[in-house]
């Protein structure tokens, strides 16, 4: 396979830089680092922003956030490098327009250095700790030179891991527990029954997610215990548990009903609560299609597309444990725990080849020369010659056992001959 011998496996990779692109073109890669940060920012109300770079960085910043103040009082500001500042540096520019944002009334203010602050090794963090003091704003930086990687997740991760450093103890309030991934604006999406039986016994759900403000991502460290329900939030969610001992449930990479079920129980016992029969038909439900699926999908060779909210190796890792080989996986980011994941997979005899997928017409002749029998995700305007699992985004929101069925449901249906598949999408149980 001459046309794949340019990526890694999986048991390779230790970082983002080592998967490559699945095959060349002319495309500039995924969205760079900056935009999925200040398209961030610019959705927790009480964080202002300044960006520290060349015209390019400036301008491309601004498309994103088109006005410099907003409805809250954000201040979303540009520094732009001059030629002498490029070679010698930018410290008393940047200092004086710290200052200048802490008198226009910034409370917090976050620091994002772009390609070329990070290559003259212009030192923000010094900066940070030297006029930190004087300030009434909180100060936070982060680094997102698009030369260190090819994809975007890390510009909003990296986002939130730098609220996170603004944090301090708290006391704990036994009633209080964090959503992490899930949007306060959000009312429109169904609650999943976990967290209705959670506000059954009155609990409080803050919501940490775009949407919420400063004071939420603040206050967070006073919680009993954090709900993670994406990968984008894990990171923080690591940090918290480092830092002030909150313990994360992560939600968002588990599959498997047995799983499900223990995290659920950890969950009740950190609460010193006890669930009832909230979640008995959503788990059979589960059980059902999962025992069903086993047959299907045993011995299946499939490689996965753009996943839409879904993280592609902790699904690898559950199908894998029903029997269906990863052939070749789109990553958009290599996560900070997908090395656990790595070792999942390795453990049950697979390692595929792990790329970035952003040439539809170029990539679906590779794909189809591995000769898989399915494809999960979705190819941007390519047309397979073998069965795909489309809209998976329809998915986001639900999570546990409700999640599970779901996916089991689009992975049987995607099997079936098209004259027996049901209208809705669904499968006879």
Known sequence: MSNVSHLKRLSAVRSNAGVKFLTPCA??????????ALALAG?????????????????????????????????????????????????????????????AGAKAILLIGTCVPDLIGEDIEGIVREVQQELSARLAFITLGHFKCSSFPSGSWNMLKAIGSLMEPRTICPQVVNVMGRSPDE?????????????????????????AALEDFLEAPDAAANLVLSPFIDPLAADMEQAFGTPAFRLHSAYAPAKIDSLYAALAEKLGIQWE????RERSEALSLQEQAGGRLHGLRYVGAHLGPLSALPLAAYLASLGMEPLMIHLEEFWPDDKQWSKALHAYGYDPYVCHMVNGDSDAPVLESLAPNLCLGELSGARLGFPCVPNLSDLYGLYGHERTAGLLKKLLHALKEPGERNDNGTVSI
């Open 27 to 36: 495309f500039p890669g995924s969205h760079c680092p900056l935009h999925s």
């Open 43 to 103: 959705n927790i109300r009480g964080v202002s922003s300044l960006v520290i770079g060349i015209p390019e960085c400036v301008t491309y910043s601004r498309v994103v956030l088109q006005k410099p103040g907003r409805r809250h009082g954000e201040l979303h500001w540009m520094y732009v490098l001059d030629a002498h500042e490029v070679v010698f540096g930018c410290r008393k520019g940047l200092l004086d327009a710290i200052r200048e944002m802490d008198r």
């Open 187 to 211: 009312e429109h999406i169904p609650m999943p029954p976990l967290l209705n039986a959670l506000e059954k016994r009155g609990f409080t759900l803050r919501c940490l997610a775009p949407g």
């Open 277 to 280: 029969n909230e979640f008995d």
